[in-house]
């Protein structure tokens, strides 16, 4: 309802016929209602609609809390985030509480207290949704008093007794009671930290230091870990791992098309980077995974690929802010920069120190020559190879223009028939765009041997030519 229109005191939420629900009714009946209007349930994922997205509704619906198992990079904290989406979009509270309680049911001393003085003049706010979801990185100096609570010093000085209840400082489970809290990596949790959640998961309640304090929560707990420390070095311990509910494995994108979807709805492009660029970057990014050279325990993020694709069109820019080309489109020659800054997101095998620039490129150039092949594999490129039997040498270079290599290659019969192949819109034909498509061309001719390649010393040039 609007603003001006939602009750401010008990009596009159109770008035509007109000019903309270608990967080995991109100989830599972938001996201029944979803999926009987065909609505998007988890906007923003790619590439889980068939594996991992069912296992995670039916735990949902089940009202478990949930771990999600996965390597670095495959869109765990993401799709936790999207469990906003499925909580009302307002929700009532007693005003000022640390706690959120709701208003038909206050748990926490203070507000038990003022409701038993007020009634129903009890005060009621309302959170957002996006207020009722917590989230921590497990980090070794996690402390009880960070998740669960402690005293807080500041009411002892204000003159309250040790004994007082209201000398809690709650910490942030509590503080997202009914909410949504969320504990990522949790194995790098300290054991005796873990253990404080034991009471969370199973009895819904929290106990701080030697208070009588058992204070029901009303919170969904969702974690995630890689499944390396959850089921080798053994750090999330038996008796928490027994109490989450429900266990559900991420994976990378299992189709081509779902990474280079993901690829283009994640990256921050500060120039354009055509399509058949982005498959490329998507084809390497798998190609490095599937690498026997990568170490495949700690796995390839899909922010690989994501930093590629943002690398390649910051060079395209600069080499329109240096030539005056634009629009700034990115080219293959702005791939290979790429290699040098994507060293630290990837771990090599212990004998491939020394080798792992070579290795990059050696896969970069796969996944070129495969992109190449499906787009182009079929085409009559005999014009243009013709063009260099006759003698034809042409630059190229991140800082060489399209028009330019274009100028240099001449009219070219097909290059309009290429561009389509390589589903650029015919609208959207520019000579940033033909350079694009015309180095990728040249590129994948020279790969499957069909013309020659030389790379400057500097390798600020490439020079192509006759085979």
């Not at 309270?20 to 979803?34: D, F, G, Q, S, Y």
């Not at 889980?48 to 478990?64: I, K, M």
């Not at 027994?242 to 690829?263: K, M, Q, S």
């Not at 354009?272 to 970057?281: G, H, K, N, R, Y």
Request: glycine letters at 8%; a negative charge.
């Amino acid at each position: 309802m609007p603003q001006t229109e939602r009750p401010t005191t008990l009596g009159a939420l109770r008035a509007t016929g109000h019903g309270h629900r608990p967080i995991r009714t109100e989830i599972r009946e938001n996201l029944l209602a979803k999926m009987r209007a065909g609505e998007q349930r988890f906007p923003g994922i790619v590439g889980f609609d068939n594996t991992v997205l069912p296992s995670f509704e039916r735990a949902l619906l089940a009202g478990h809390d949930v771990v999600l198992l996965g390597e670095r990079g495959q869109g765990k904290t993401r799709l936790i985030r999207t469990l906003v989406t499925l909580l009302d979009e307002w929700t009532p509270v007693v005003d000022g509480c640390e706690i959120n309680d709701h208003p038909y049911a206050p748990v926490c001393t203070r507000c038990q207290r003022l409701h038993a003085e007020v009634g129903d003049d009890l005060p009621v706010g309302w959170k957002h949704r996006s207020e009722r979801y917590g989230e921590k990185l497990a980090t070794p100096d996690t402390s009880v008093g960070d998740l669960i609570g402690d005293i807080d010093p500041v009411k002892v000085a204000e003159g309250r007794t040790l004994g007082d209840p209201e000398t809690v400082h709650f910490g942030l489970v509590p503080r997202t009671n009914r909410g949504i809290f969320a504990i990522n990596e949790l194995p790098d949790l300290a054991e005796r930290i873990q253990v404080s959640l034991l009471n969370v998961l199973e009895e819904r309640d929290i106990q701080v230091r030697g208070y009588v304090l058992r204070l029901p929560l009303d919170v969904l707990l969702v974690a995630s870990a890689n499944p390396e420390d959850y089921t080798n070095r053994g750090r999330i311990i038996t008796p928490l791992k027994d109490r989450f509910g429900a266990e559900v494995r991420t994976h990378y994108p299992i189709e081509l098309a779902d990474e280079v979807a993901l690829v283009g709805q994640e990256a921050d492009l500060a120039a354009t980077v055509p399509a058949f660029l982005l498959e490329v970057v998507a084809r390497f990014t798998r190609h490095v995974r599937d690498s026997p050279a990568v170490d495949a325990r700690s796995g390839v993020s899909a922010r690989f690929g994501i930093a590629a694709a943002e690398t390649a069109a910051a060079s395209a820019l600069r080499r329109s802010a240096l030539t005056g080309e634009t629009p700034a489109v990115a080219r293959i020659c702005d791939l290979t920069p790429t290699i040098e800054s994507l060293l630290g997101k990837v771990e090599f095998e212990v004998d491939e120190e020394g080798r792992e620039s070579e290795v990059l490129a050696h896969l970069l150039r796969r996944a070129v020559v495969e992109a190449f092949r499906h787009h182009l594999g079929a085409s009559d490129l005999r014009a243009l190879i013709e063009k260099f039997d006759e003698g034809l040498v042409v630059e190229s270079g991140d800082l060489v223009p399209g028009q330019r290599l274009l100028e240099q290659v001449g009219p070219l019969p097909g290059l309009a028939h290429l561009m389509d192949l390589l589903g650029v819109d015919e609208g959207a034909e520019t000579p940033a765009l033909a350079a694009s498509a015309l180095e990728f061309a040249l590129e994948g001719l020279f790969l499957n041997r069909r013309i020659s390649k030389d790379i400057s010393d500097d390798g600020a040039l490439t020079v192509y030519g006759a085979a």
